[in-house]
């Protein structure tokens, strides 16, 4: 063999081995929500198929939410690692004094990106070269940082759970080049039974039975699909419940003119921006009113919230006792929920739920409680992506991993 031959031959070797060595397909992960699903009622509801996936995994004794304890704020946190004062994301209402309409989750307006700050696990994932795919999440339908999921469903209340995991698993069974490594999953249906029927009541155990079959309707799927060996499946929730009373409402309009503000939030947590900008003012007209009503200034919110560093946080917030609301008798009068969430997360009630297990995740662990604000670098690890920087801390999940 001459030298020349010698040199083809080896080259030919080379690439051979080169196309043999396929990269390892990258990890997928299914971060699944049921909204409003309290640390508490992992052992009290009728969720086998959940507890099964926590026995397979880890688990949280709870997962703490963050202030203020709301669906799209923390829905926003969980997936991007950020307290709501540094995502923007600082309530399901907002009003920004340089923005001329205000953000509502259900409006137009939320589709603005300019409300939507910090970087979203799916834009990591697509940064990186991976794909996405959204099954509702707050924040999905918006282009952050000019990047929508690589596939995304517009939010729509009254799709059936069972549509929502067949959609999911359409999107897994794609061919691999357009298979996505991360999902979201989004359930509504036990914060609304909550809210409509209170808790311990049958409308909330329904609620429980038809989400846990639609968590084994995934893991089912899943299996088909012989995907079982690289997935992990997260299933978290943004805030707990408590129960609310006809006997422990403060009323707000007993205390102030209320044509004189904005209500930006009330029942269990009030937020409140004067009109003519005099904060001092309101602030003296609420502040030591009701023993069951704490009232701060935005620069004096206890510092453990991290609720103060971002204009759009209304100028008076205010935090009744646990169990205890304040709003207008107008809105009593229209609709007053036997159960909400909006207090502090001293309570634990308000704590949330935190499951995860797949093949990187230890097994059979029960951890501490921990904030949520850590759950995106948690995400990241599992998926192999370079988190974005973020207020969580990669230490304080590395013990559930393998
Ligand atoms: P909350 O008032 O904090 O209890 O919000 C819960 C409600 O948020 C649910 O009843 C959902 O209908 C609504 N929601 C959840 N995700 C979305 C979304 N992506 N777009 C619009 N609304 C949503
Ligand atoms: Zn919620
Ligand atoms: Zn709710």
Not at 172 to 192: G, N
Request: glycine share 6%.
């Amino acid at each position: 063999m001459n030298r020349r031959t010698f040199l083809c031959s080896v080259t030919l070797a080379l690439s051979v081995a080169v196309s043999c060595a396929r990269p390892a397909p990258a990890p997928i992960l299914i971060l699944v929500s049921f909204d409003g699903f309290r640390a508490v009622d992992i052992d009290r509801l009728p969720v086998p198929n959940l507890r099964a996936l926590a026995a397979r995994g880890v688990r949280a004794k709870a997962l703490i939410p963050s202030f203020p304890l709301l669906t799209f704020p923390n829905h926003y946190t969980l997936v991007t690692g950020l307290y709501p004062e540094h995502h923007g994301i600082v309530g399901n209402v907002i009003v920004d004094p340089s923005f001329p309409e205000r953000f509502s989750m259900s409006a137009k307006t939320a589709k603005d990106p300019r409300w939507w700050g910090g970087e979203p696990i799916w834009v990591t994932a697509i940064r990186q070269g991976r794909r996405a795919a959204t099954m509702f999440w707050p924040g999905s339908e918006v282009a952050i940082g000019g990047v929508r999921p690589t596939f995304t469903v517009p939010y729509d209340k009254k799709m059936p759970s069972a549509d929502r995991v067949t959609q999911v698993l359409t999107w897994l069974a794609l061919p691999e080049d357009q298979r996505p490594s991360f999902v979201s999953l989004y359930f509504e249906e036990i914060d609304s039974a909550s809210h409509d029927h209170g808790l311990e009541t049958p409308e909330m155990t329904a609620a429980a039975t038809h989400l846990d079959a639609a968590l084994g309707q995934l893991e089912a799927g899943v299996t088909r699909l012989g995907l079982d060996d690289r997935t992990t499946i997260v299933v978290a929730s943004d805030h707990g419940m408590a129960p609310l009373s006809k006997d422990r409402v403060i009323f707000l309009d007993d205390d102030i003119d209320v044509s004189t503000v904005d209500i930006v939030e009330s029942t269990a947590l009030l937020e409140l921006w004067p009109k003519d900008g005099d904060v001092d003012r309101l602030y003296r007209e609420l502040h030591g009113r009701h023993p069951q009503l704490a009232i701060y200034r935005r620069e004096e919110t206890p510092d453990w919230l991290h609720y103060r560093d971002n204009p759009r946080i209304p100028s008076i917030v205010g935090i009744p006792d646990e169990g205890w609301a304040v709003m207008t008798h107008a809105r009593f009068e229209r609709k007053f929920d036997p159960a909400t969430h909006g207090w502090d997360s001293s309570h634990p009630a308000l704590h949330a739920l935190f499951v995860a297990a797949g093949p990187a995740v230890r097994r059979g662990v029960v951890v501490e409680p921990f904030a949520n604000v850590h759950v995106y670098d948690f995400l990241c690890a599992v998926l192999k992506l370079t988190p974005a920087p973020n207020d969580g801390n990669p230490a304080v999940t590395r013990a559930f991993l393998r």
